[in-house]
């Protein structure tokens, strides 16, 4: 069974930086594209990067290009997302999994507030 713990999360005031790690357990990291989702107070979870299987190609939500950026690390298995200029509006519990379909379990998540 794969677990992704995520961490990284915390306060951090408008226009500020930050950057989070996801851990998954299991061999078979390697072979699926992993994304970063969100899900706001009241909202729907939604994806807002994702990164191919080898780290050479990635997607990004029309609300975060520019300003995050995916990164991945097969032999630790390991997946970052670099957040900056940070704005209320990325105030959200942040997880990842596998790009769709999800093929893992949710892990808990890490909270990102966004606030002056």
């Known amino acids: 069974q794969v677990q992704l713990v995520e961490s990284g999360g915390g306060l951090v005031q408008p226009g500020g930086s930050l950057r989070l790690s996801c851990a998954a357990s299991g061999s078979r990291f390697a072979i699926y594209a992993m994304g970063w989702y969100r899900q706001a107070p009241g909202k729907q979870r939604e994806l807002v990067a994702s990164?191919?299987?080898?780290?050479?190609?990635?997607n990004y939500a029309d609300s975060v290009k520019g300003r995050f950026t995916i990164s991945r690390d097969n032999a630790k298995n390991t997946v970052n997302l670099q957040m900056n200029s940070l704005s209320s509006e990325d105030t959200a519990v942040y997880y990842c999994?596998?790009?769709?379909?999800?093929?893992?379990?949710w892990g808990q998540g890490t909270q990102v507030t966004v606030s002056s």
């Open positions: 990164i191919s299987s080898n780290g050479y190609r990635s």
């Open positions: 999994n596998t790009a769709s379909p999800i093929r893992y379990s």
